[in-house]
Every structure is written in C-alpha cells, then in structure tokens.
C-alpha cells in the first residue's frame, strides 16, 4: 500500500519535514520516493529501519557521506539530483553527529536575495510612477481620466493578480526563510546570547544598554567604542538581533580588540577560520543581502594588540565594500526626492508661497529635504570611513 504526498515549500520547513518522515516511520511508513521539485513524498507500507531523518542539500550532487558519519549510524535513504534524505537507525538520544546544513543554508540565503532583488525592483517601479504622477498632483488645473473599453483589460486584471499572487509569494518566502535560517543556524542562535564568562555565581552585578544607531556607517568609531567600554569596567554580553542595543555588565576592567566586519554575503568559511585563529564572534545580523558580524579577542598588556585583518590593503578592500554598498543604496533614493522636490515642490512653493499651499503640500516640502540630507550624511558618514582606513 502506497501512501503519496504533496507538500509545498517543505524546503522552508526542514526540520519539520524531517519530524514529518519519522512520525510516517513510526506509522510503519518508509520513504520509497523522492521527487523534491515536484513536492511529492511516496511511502511505502513496511516495517521501517531508520529511526531518525536528517535532509541536506548538495550542489555537486555527489551526497558524500563521510567515514564518521557511516560509523554513527547515518545512511543514505533516497536522493534525487541535490537533495538527499538521511536515516540513522538509532535513537536521537543516542546520535553523536550531525548532517551539515552549510549548503542548505547558502541556498535559502540566495533566495532571499532573489526575492529581496523582486520587492527592490518593484518598489522603484512603484516610485517612477508615483513620481510621474507628481505633476498632476500638483497642478491647479483639474484631471480628467477616460477608461478606455476594450477585451484586453481582461489580461490586464489577470496579469495584476499574478503580480499579487507572486508578492504573497514572496513575502511569506522571506518570514518563512528567515525563521528557517534561524534554526539551522545554532551556532548564529548561540551568539545571539553572550554567556559573560567573567560572571560570579550568586552575584547579581550592575547592568546598562546601550543605544548604538548607524555604526554600520563608521565601523571604526564602534571598535573603539566598544574597547573604550572594556577598559572602563562594562564587558559586552549581549547585543539584540537589530544590532542597535548593545547590553553591558560591570566587571573587571579588561583589554579586549574589536573588529566590525562587513561580510556581504554570508560567508560560513571565513567565519570558521576567524573561530580558529582565536576570535569570538559576539554579533551577526540576519541579513542575507547585507551581513555584519562583530568579533573580539582578549589580550594582556604584555602582547601586542591582535588584528582580525592585518593586511592593509585588505583593509581597504573591506572600507570601499562599505562606502560602495551604501552609495548605491541611498543615492538612488536621494536622485529620487531630489527629483521630485526640486522639480515640483520647490517651484509650487515660489509660486504660490509656503503658507497658500495645502497642508499635505508644506508637510512634503518640509519632510524631503529633510531626508535627503539623512540620505547624503550617510553616504558622507559612509565614505569618510573608507578615507579614514586608507590614511592608516
């Protein structure tokens, strides 16, 4: 007796599928088919081998199951092309190693960026036409709109239920993803929460958050910062997801290096390299499309300050990421406003005067030159780093 099953987005939902493929087997249900494009799960009516599941993901469709693994136990199930479904016939208890997810992960993390590329494109989308329609906002004549009636508009309703249908898509593609990310990645979950190891049992000791906002435009001045804040007696141990709070506890004072890195893209090798040479990772964001991560390294007064990047050119490279990454993100939104303000706003205002115009109207005038230059101090902010590194 065959048992098929269509389950859509299962590879947002690892873990659950996982839990999903063991109640079967307790069922006494086996995997017999795989068909991961499709969605589809076949099972089988016989006494199951496996007691635990485990799913990975392979670009290189090779699926190779290390010495160790074979030894725990682990064994290949069934496979189809980069993915392949791993049983283990003990218990979970009894399970000492784990399937790597590093593939599965820098997967999900490019089709977040695919779907953050889509909203990009149609929020500026939405911002040309908004912008092109600014004139007959403001214009003094009135506007006069004729439907035209014709058999196509038809493909036009279809066509902006799709566009809807692929947003809902998409949006529930970027929460689901970004749960998902957060528990494969036990390691980026665990830096989350900092354990102080300086903390005395039984003690409770004096704690203070602070508000960090716009460090990612200065990396340097949150180095010293946090270092400054070492050498006072305030040891970091924990910094909200947002990467703004940073809480801190009074302790010893202590020498501790800081480094704010500018990953880009997520980047699991790099990290685990910084790990061995002796760095503690304190931060991560969740960001696919833009990650930082915060590292220290204590030391003594004797030995010589460390570096987590001793190059200077390396340095530079990483400065000129930073001040390129925030160009092209806040200088389109700035031609953007200053579009519509110089070419609209400010002309109906020296017509007509600030106070004759409407309410919403002196709220705009006011409002976009207001972010505009937010928008050029960060790019400042941002490209003052890169020469203050290079003068290094």
Known sequence: MNKKFWKPFWSFHIQRTEHWIEEMAKKGYTLSRFQPKFSRFTFIKETPSHQIFSISFDPSIQHPLPKALQLDGWEVVNKKRKWAVY???????????????????SRNKKI?????????YIAFSVTSQ???????????DPVTVTRVESPLWI???????????????????????????????????????LIDSTSESGRSRERCNKFKFGW?????????????????????????????TFQFVRSEKKLYAYSVHFDGRVDSNAHSFHSETGWER?????GSWQQWSIWRQAYSEESEKPELNIDPESKQRAAMRVARFHTLMYTPLLLLFGYAFFSFMLPNVLEEGYFSISGIEQFNTTVYPLVMFIFLIYVLRAWAYYFRVRKK
């Not at 304190?282 to 969740?286: D, I, K, N, Y």
């Open 130 to 140: 908004a912008m092109l329609l600014l004139p007959l906002y403001f214009s003094s």
């Open 112 to 120: 977040e960026i695919f779907w953050w590329i889509y909203f990009i």
């Open 282 to 286: 304190v931060f991560v964001s969740e």
């Open 87 to 105: 049983g283990n016939v003990k218990q979970k208890e009894d399970v000492k190693t784990s399937i790597v997810r590093d593939n599965l992960e």
């Open 216 to 244: 990612t435009f200065a990396p340097d001045k949150l180095e010293t910062w946090l270092e400054d804040k070492e050498r006072s007696g305030w040891h970091l141990t924990h910094i909200y997801k947002r990467g703004f």
């Open 155 to 193: 493909l036009t309703y279809i066509m902006f239920a799709c566009q809807i249908a692929v947003t809902m898509i998409g949006v529930y593609s970027l929460l689901t993803l970004k749960k998902e990310s957060r528990r494969l990645s036990e390691e980026s979950k665990q830096s989350q929460f």
